[in-house]
């Protein structure tokens, strides 16, 4: 629990226990962990977690060793009517995450794992735009961690779950809509899409974004696109889960990319999201820069170039052609 909300899980606890055995830590990150030095300080509980979980209080809230009991994976605690049983989940999406299974009920707590940003209803059908919401979450926050997911969602195959209650946003008792989006999303499974994001000071990448998205558009294919000047990140997040090709667009701003679209590429990194194409567009004054930038960082990356096209000022009808022609090469690869 966020730090500052200590007095709200004291009096929570108290209308339901009058001790505490045991806190369940499955992720040590603040917003779930927060409270925990008022919990161990206000009771005599032992602090549940994996090994690297007890390393993780220690550093972030000083929890000794002697207070923390370290469970294996699959390792069960009875609480007299009920069982806890901890699956250990690592990196979903920090090293120490677990999963507890709560065995008489069927209910699983996976921490982050199938969490939404949203505080608007109780349960999923109470969402109609709850997909929206778990899979902005996933860019957001899981996407870089795809297969540490898969393997996840392989281990609780076997369990009989009745609800899945993340710590973000509605608990799930449906099941089937949020496991599905699951095994696509951690399997990178994109669609016929495309994420364009650009940046333009004088309107020239703009130009030649608003023609591309036309003609992809046209050939029928979903096409996201984002102005850096007000994107919402969350957004871009969201469509790069499943989008198959990401466009850039940026001019040269002092010898280099703009600074949103340099920003926005680092994002694309770290995200690691599973497009397999990219495109550039860019517009330079003098002497450019952008394209180079552009191009190590895709370099590093694990996606193929499909087109760059880079034009002095404004773009000529030359070069417009060879932004349609590059919208057939998109679409020649991103349509199956
Ligand atoms: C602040 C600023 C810095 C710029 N720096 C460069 C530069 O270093 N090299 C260059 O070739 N052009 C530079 N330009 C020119 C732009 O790249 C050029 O105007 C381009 O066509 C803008 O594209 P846009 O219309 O998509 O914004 C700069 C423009 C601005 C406003």
């Not at 009875?78 to 995450?97: M, N, V, Y």
């Not at 096209?309 to 057939?328: C, F, G, I, Q, T």
Request: charged share 25%; with cysteine.
């Amino acid at each position: 629990m966020n730090p500052g909300f200590e007095d709200v899980l004291r009096r929570n606890v108290e209308r339901y226990a009058d001790r505490i055995d045991y806190v369940v830590m499955n992720h040590a990150e603040p917003d779930h962990a927060g409270a925990i030095p008022f919990i161990m300080e206000s009771s005599d509980a032992l602090l549940v977690t994996t090994k690297k979980g007890a390393e993780m209080a220690k550093f972030y809230y000083d929890v000794p060793e002697s207070r923390v009991r370290v469970v294996e994976d699959g390792e069960e605690i009875s609480l007299g009517e009920k069982t806890l049983r901890f699956i250990h989940a690592p990196w979903l999406h920090w090293p120490e995450t677990m999963f507890t299974y709560l065995v008489e009920d069927g209910i699983l707590f996976p921490c982050d794992f199938f969490g939404c940003h949203t505080a608007y209803g109780f349960y999923d059908d109470e969402v109609p735009e709850i997909l929206y919401y778990a899979q902005r979450y996933f860019g957001e926050i899981m996407m870089p961690f795809r297969s540490m997911g898969k393997k996840a969602l392989e281990k609780i195959k076997g369990l009989k779950i009745n609800m899945i209650a993340p710590s973000h946003g509605p608990i799930y008792r449906n099941l089937e809509k949020i496991l599905s989006a699951y095994e696509k999303w951690t399997a990178g499974e994109t669609e016929e899409k495309v994420l364009v994001v650009y940046a333009t000071m004088w309107g020239s990448t703009e130009r030649m974004v608003n023609l591309l998205t036309e003609l992809l558009m046209k050939e029928g294919l979903k096409v996201a696109v984002h102005n850096l000047a007000s994107a919402d990140i969350g957004e871009i997040a969201k469509d790069l889960v499943d989008s198959r090709a990401i466009v850039l667009g940026t001019p040269t701003v002092l010898g280099g990319m703009h600074p949103l679209a340099l920003f926005a590429a680092n994002l694309v990194k770290a995200l690691r999201p599973p497009a397999r194409y990219a495109a550039v567009l860019s517009s330079f004054g003098w002497g450019g820069g952008a394209v180079k930038q552009i191009e190590e960082i895709v370099s590093s990356l694990n996606l193929e170039v499909l087109g760059v096209v880079e034009v002095r000022a404004k773009p000529s009808d030359s070069d417009l052609e060879k932004v349609r022609k590059l919208a057939e090469k998109i679409a020649g690869v991103v349509k199956v």
